[in-house]
């Protein structure tokens, strides 16, 4: 079992700048990749940025540039960096994780998401 917190999501301005965190907790062996994705209303969930335990990332094309991920594997945290926001960045960002619990035992969890409202 595993539990994906977020935090950091808010109101902020159009070219400011916010940073969510997400923390795994439970008993498992390791955490695989972690991401962020997000969904905006009446749209499809989209991936925004993973990052593997050895740390490669990857992006999607519309944040390059403008969001970091990274995470903390001592304290089972990923972050993400959001620099220049945008409107169209607006939505509701969910933490996820690959975890292994123990040989051939892999599960994927879903943080409960944060809104994230980019507006004058």
């Known amino acids: 079992q595993a539990q994906l917190v977020e935090s950091g999501g808010g109101l902020v301005q159009p070219g400011g700048s916010l940073r969510l965190s997400c923390v795994a907790s439970?008993?498992?062996?390791?955490?695989?990749?972690m991401g962020w994705y997000r969904q905006a209303p009446g749209k499809q969930r989209e991936l925004v940025a993973s990052?593997?335990?050895?740390?490669?990332?990857d992006y999607a094309e519309s944040v390059k540039g403008r969001f970091t991920i990274s995470r903390d594997n001592t304290k089972n945290t990923v972050y993400l960096q959001m620099n220049s926001l945008k409107p169209e960045d607006t939505a509701v960002y969910y933490c996820?994780?690959?975890?292994?619990?123990?040989?051939?035992?892999?599960?994927?969890?879903w943080g409960q998401g944060t809104q994230v409202t980019v507006s004058s």
């Open positions: 996820n994780a690959g975890v292994f619990f123990r040989i051939n035992d892999f599960r994927n969890y």
């Open positions: 990052i593997t335990g050895d740390y490669s990332t």
């Open positions: 439970g008993r498992f062996f390791s955490i695989k990749t």
